[in-house]
C-alpha cells in the first residue's frame, strides 16, 4: 500500500487570523507616527499670523485690489514703511479715501504665501 504523505514534508499553510491582525495593527500604527512627526513639525508654527496694522491710505487700485498703506512698525513683523496690501472686503474700496487714518489687521498665511487686511477701521476722513 502507498501512502499519500511524504515524510518530512510541510504542508503550505496560510497566515492566520492573528499574523493578519498583528500586521493590520502594526500598518495602523506606523501611519500614526508619521502623521504625528508632520502634525508636531506644524505644530510649533501657525500657519496663519495676524498682526495689527495702523497707517494712512495713500493710494487705491480697485482694478489690482490693492490699497497702498504707509504704515507704523508692525511690531515681531516688520519696520514702517510704504506698501499696497489686498483687501479682504472689497466694498471698503468704496468707502477709503487717500488720506484715510485706519486700523486694520495684517493676516499673513505662510501656507500660501499670501497677505492681506481685514477688520479695517477708518479713524478719519
Not at 499519500?4 to 514534508?9: E, L, Q, R, W
Request: hydrophobic letters at 40%; charged letters at 25%; a positive charge.
Amino acid at each position: 500500500m502507498r501512502s499519500n504523505k511524504i515524510s518530512g514534508a510541510r504542508r503550505a499553510t496560510k497566515p492566520g487570523r492573528s499574523m493578519v491582525m498583528a500586521i493590520v495593527a502594526l500598518i495602523g500604527v506606523i501611519s500614526c507616527a508619521g502623521l504625528m512627526a508632520c502634525h508636531s513639525q506644524s505644530a510649533g508654527k501657525p500657519s496663519v499670523r495676524r498682526y495689527q496694522l495702523k497707517g494712512k491710505v495713500v493710494a487705491l487700485n480697485r482694478q489690482q485690489n490693492r490699497v497702498t498703506i504707509e504704515h507704523q512698525d508692525i511690531p515681531g513683523y516688520m519696520e514702517a514703511m510704504t506698501m499696497p496690501f489686498p483687501l479682504k472686503d472689497e466694498r471698503l474700496y468704496d468707502r477709503l479715501k487717500e488720506g484715510d487714518q485706519i486700523e486694520a489687521v495684517l493676516v499673513v498665511d505662510a501656507n500660501t504665501n499670501r497677505s492681506w487686511l481685514e477688520d479695517v477701521t477708518i479713524k478719519e476722513h
